[in-house]
């Protein structure tokens, strides 16, 4: 496994549990009505989504996207 799979795995892997983690204060709030609770839940949804954004963008912040022949990042349009 090379070091960008292994790099992907883990990242993944944190998405899952800030997503999962955001649910269950999620849940304590709704039960016990306790602000921190809901605090954490929306940090780690918002957490887990620049988490998302950068599993998907990955290449393009280690510089693996680049043109080869300009040296410059491809637009997207």
């Known amino acids: 496994m090379s070091l960008i799979s292994f790099?992907?795995?883990l990242i993944a892997t944190a998405i899952v549990f800030c997503f999962g983690f955001a649910i269950w204060e999620l849940m304590t709030w709704w039960a016990s009505g306790e602000l921190g609770a809901l605090t954490l839940g929306g940090t780690f949804i918002a957490l887990g989504?620049?988490?998302t954004f950068y599993l998907v963008r990955l290449r393009r912040f280690l510089g693996a996207?680049?043109?080869s022949r300009s040296g410059q990042v491809p637009s997207t349009r």
Do not use: S
Request: overall charge negative.
């Open 65 to 67: 996207d680049t043109d």
């Open 49 to 51: 989504g620049v988490l």
């Open 7 to 9: 790099h992907r795995f």
